[in-house]
C-alpha cells in the first residue's frame, strides 16, 4: 500500500502542472467566440458577402442654386461607379456620394475597428471619406450637418488601391465644429455604434470643368483583432507569470542580493513630443507633391492650428515657408552635386513642374537654379 501511495504522489505534480497550463485556454476560446463578429461588407467582390440593403443616393450645390453635374453610373453590391464635374454658379461647389441602410436606421459598427476601401480614380488624388454618427445633444435628424463627421482622406489613383484604415485614423475636421458652433472639448469619441451615413465625396484639389469618374470595387468594415486581444495577452502573460512562479519557486528561503538597475525617465516635455512627431513627418515626406497641413494632421492626430504653431515657434516660419524651405535646401544641394536637369531636380523634391520650382527658388535664393549652379559649381568641374 505505501508503494502504490507513494507512486500516486509521485505523477500528481506532473497532471498538476499541465491542467494549469491548459486552464484559460477554454476561457481564452470562449471570449475569442463572444467578441467575434464577422466583417460587414457595403460593397464586396462576391455579391453574396452583402448580406443587407443600402440605399445610394447624390448630393451636389444644385440644392444651394450651383450648377455641378454627378451621376451615379453603375451601383451594384460588386461596384459603385459614379462621375462629377464642379461647375461655376455656387461659392464652394460640391458634389457627394451617400451610403444608407434602405430602412434609415442607424449602422453599427462599434464592434468593428478598420474600414477596407478598394477605390480608383480617372483625375481625383485626394477623394475624402467621411462617416456621419449620432452626436448626442447635437445632431437632428432633419439637419445632416449635425451628425458628427469623421474624415479620412483617400490618396487615390488611376488604378484600383487598397485602402486598410484603423478608426483611429478619423478626424473630425475644424470646419465641423465651427459650422455646429462647438469645439472639440464638447465631444468626447465619436459613437460608431450609430453610423447614420457614408459620404465619398468630390476630390479636394480637382479643378472645376474636369470630369472625375470614381470607381469603388469594396467598402468593407473588420475587426481590429490587436487592439480586441490585447487585453486578453497581458491577462494571460500576467497568469502564466504567477503560475510558473508559485508552481516552480523554491521552498527554502534563499539569501540572494538583487543587483537593480533602471532606466532613466525621459525628462521630455509634451511639447516637445508633439514637436518632434511634426517635424520628423515633414522631414520624412518634404518631397510628397501636394503634401499638405492636413497631411500632418491626419500623420500625428494634432490640429492644423497646433501644428502651424509648433512650426512658427520653432522656425518662425509658416507652415508652407518651411515647407519651401526643406525642397529648396535639398534642391541646392542636388544642384551642386549633381547634373540632373532642372526638371528632375524640381519633381524629385516635390514640386509637380519646373515653372514653379524655379519661382519659390528665386524668390528664397534671389537667383535660378541655373545661375546658382553656375555660380557655386567647382571651377574645375565646370567645363565638364
Not at 462647438?182 to 479643378?207: M, R, W
Request: proline share 4%; glycine share 4%.
Amino acid at each position: 500500500m505505501s508503494f502504490i501511495s507513494s507512486g500516486t504522489t509521485s505523477l500528481s505534480k506532473p497532471y498538476h502542472t499541465l491542467i494549469g497550463a491548459l486552464l484559460p485556454i477554454p476561457f481564452l476560446l470562449l471570449y475569442i467566440f463572444s467578441i467575434y463578429k464577422s466583417p460587414l461588407y457595403i460593397i464586396a467582390p462576391k455579391a453574396n458577402l452583402v448580406t443587407e440593403k443600402y440605399n445610394l443616393t447624390t448630393l451636389s450645390d444644385t440644392i444651394d442654386g450651383g450648377n455641378t453635374n454627378i451621376q451615379v453610373l453603375t451601383y451594384s453590391p460588386t461596384q459603385l461607379r459614379f462621375k462629377y464635374t464642379l461647375k461655376q454658379g455656387f461659392v464652394s461647389p460640391y458634389a457627394n456620394i451617400q451610403i444608407c441602410k434602405s430602412d434609415s436606421t442607424f449602422l453599427d459598427l462599434n464592434a468593428y475597428g478598420k474600414i477596407n476601401i478598394k477605390i480608383k480614380a480617372t483625375k481625383g488624388r485626394r477623394i475624402p471619406l467621411y462617416l456621419a454618427s449620432y452626436a448626442k445633444n447635437n445632431t437632428n435628424p432633419t439637419d445632416r450637418i449635425s451628425y458628427r463627421y469623421s474624415l479620412i482622406n483617400l490618396n487615390v489613383k488611376d488604378v484600383l488601391g487598397d485602402f486598410l484604415i484603423p478608426f483611429e485614423d478619423l478626424h473630425t475636421p475644424d470646419w465641423w465644429y465651427i459650422s455646429n458652433h462647438k469645439t472639440e472639448q464638447d465631444f468626447g469619441d465619436p459613437d460608431y455604434s450609430k453610423v447614420q451615413y457614408l459620404y465619398f465625396t468630390h476630390c479636394i484639389n480637382i479643378a472645376k470643368d474636369q470630369e472625375d469618374i470614381v470607381d469603388v470595387e469594396e467598402i468593407s468594415f473588420h475587426m481590429d483583432w490587436l487592439k480586441k486581444l490585447l487585453p486578453l495577452v497581458i491577462a494571460l502573460l500576467c497568469y502564466y507569470g504567477l503560475f510558473a512562479f508559485l508552481r516552480f519557486r523554491k521552498k527554502s528561503p534563499i539569501d540572494t542580493k538583487v543587483n537593480f538597475q533602471y532606466e532613466k525617465v525621459s525628462s521630455r516635455n509634451h511639447q516637445d513630443a508633439e514637436e518632434e512627431k511634426v517635424f520628423a513627418f515633414l522631414k520624412a515626406h518634404y518631397t510628397q507633391q501636394e503634401l499638405s497641413i492636413i497631411d500632418v494632421q491626419s500623420a500625428t492626430g494634432l490640429h492644423e492650428r497646433k501644428i502651424s504653431s509648433l512650426i512658427k515657434k520653432k522656425t518662425d516660419l509658416n507652415f508652407k515657408q518651411f515647407l519651401n524651405g526643406l525642397r529648396i535646401t535639398e534642391a541646392k544641394r542636388m544642384l551642386l552635386e549633381s547634373k540632373l536637369p532642372i526638371s528632375d531636380i524640381a519633381f524629385q523634391v516635390g514640386y509637380a513642374n519646373a515653372s514653379h520650382f524655379n519661382r519659390v527658388f528665386k524668390s528664397i535664393e534671389n537667383c535660378s537654379p541655373n545661375d546658382f549652379r553656375k555660380e557655386h559649381s567647382d571651377p574645375f568641374t565646370k567645363g565638364e
